[in-house]
């Protein structure tokens, strides 16, 4: 029996053009890709988003689906283009140009995890690779477009909110020496992929439930903000990387005593979120 690719948690009614994404955290790890790697069961999931997919679930209660990952971001990266094979892990596969991502073991296939460590010994092959894109990837992204698609069709824009979380030690050299960190940085990719109006409603949200914010940097948005964000066709897309310290234990990858409480925190701010995308057509969808 095919496993589903993605898992879709939908609202009772949609009321918001709002979309929700949680594209790293998924953490069904196919036993004979831990068989395959090098790592551990533990150390294989330091890439993972773990536990996004909790803290933002109330957002169907706002009117807004959340499509969430099934596949764990180590075996397939659903942030990044389907093109972007990696020659060094997959059998086959020619370089065709530089890209960054791919060269540091981050592509579609990801040869590392966080830290640069291998996850395979040698290569993959093609059709492995290929089986992996096919049953995860398009299905996700297919997905993905009709909710953008349906929010058009109610609301006359679509509004989508890709949420990730960040390793702590990521931020902890932003800003001058002794300076707060940012608890969360929303990337638009400077500007080019959503509307600047809603980029400030969303951080004004942020930082009325007393989070620290931070804009592009260290993350600015990856293939999907980068893909679906059009605002000249009304179409929108930001990342919000939230630090994982907040609200888990980073080394052992599981909830902290905060975690309810960020969670109901980070509700708030969804609710809010979601409430963007009703004010400007607050008869559409009647």
Same mark, same amino acid.
């Given at each position: ?28 790890? =196919? ?11 533990? +150390? ?11 803290? @933002? ?9 959340? $499509?969430?990952?099934?596949?764990? *971001?180590?075996?397939?990266?659903? /942030? *990044? ?5 990696d020659p060094a892990l997959i059998?086959? !596969?020619?370089?065709? +140009? ?13 040869? !590392? ?67 707060? *960190? =940012?608890? !969360? ?23 009325? #439930?007393?989070?620290? !914010? ?19 066709? /009304?179409?929108? #897309? $930001? ?16 909830? /902290?005593? /905060? ?11 969804? #609710?809010? @979120?979601? #409430? ?11």
């Amino acid at each position: 029996m095919t496993k589903a690719a993605y898992i879709l948690h939908q609202p009772r009614t949609r009321q918001t053009s709002v979309v929700f994404s949680s594209p790293h955290s998924g953490c069904d790890y =196919p036993a004979s890709f831990l068989e395959q790697s090098t790592l551990d069961e533990h +150390s294989i999931r330091s890439s993972e988003d773990a536990f996004v997919d909790q803290l @933002i679930g109330s957002v169907t209660d706002y009117g807004a689906p959340l $499509l969430s990952a099934v596949a764990p *971001r180590a075996y397939l990266d659903l /942030n *990044r283009s389907a093109e972007e094979l990696d020659p060094a892990l997959i059998e086959g !596969v020619r370089k065709l +140009s530089h890209n960054p991502r791919v060269a540091s073991g981050l592509g579609v296939i990801p040869r !590392v995890v966080a830290g640069g460590r291998a996850i395979y010994s040698g290569k993959i092959t093609q059709d492995e690779a290929d089986r992996r894109i096919s049953r995860h990837w398009y299905p996700y992204h297919e997905r993905l477009r009709q909710l953008l698609t349906e929010s058009h069709a109610l609301f006359d824009e679509a509004i989508l909110v890709d949420v990730h979380s960040m390793p702590h030690e990521a931020i902890e050299g932003i800003g001058r020496v002794g300076a707060p *960190r =940012p608890d !969360v940085v929303i990337g638009d990719r400077f500007g080019a992929s959503a509307g600047a109006g809603i980029v400030e409603q969303v951080e004004q949200a942020l930082r009325g #439930a007393g989070l620290r !914010v931070a804009r592009n940097a260290p993350f600015a948005g990856a293939y999907i903000v980068q893909t679906y964000g059009r605002p000249a066709r /009304n179409q929108h #897309a $930001l990342q919000i990387e939230i630090d994982r310290s907040l609200y888990m234990d980073e080394r052992e990858i599981r909830p /902290n005593e /905060n975690f309810e409480e960020v969670r109901a925190l980070l509700s708030g701010v969804m #609710a809010e @979120i979601a #409430a963007i995308g009703q004010e400007r057509l607050p008869l559409a969808a009647e």
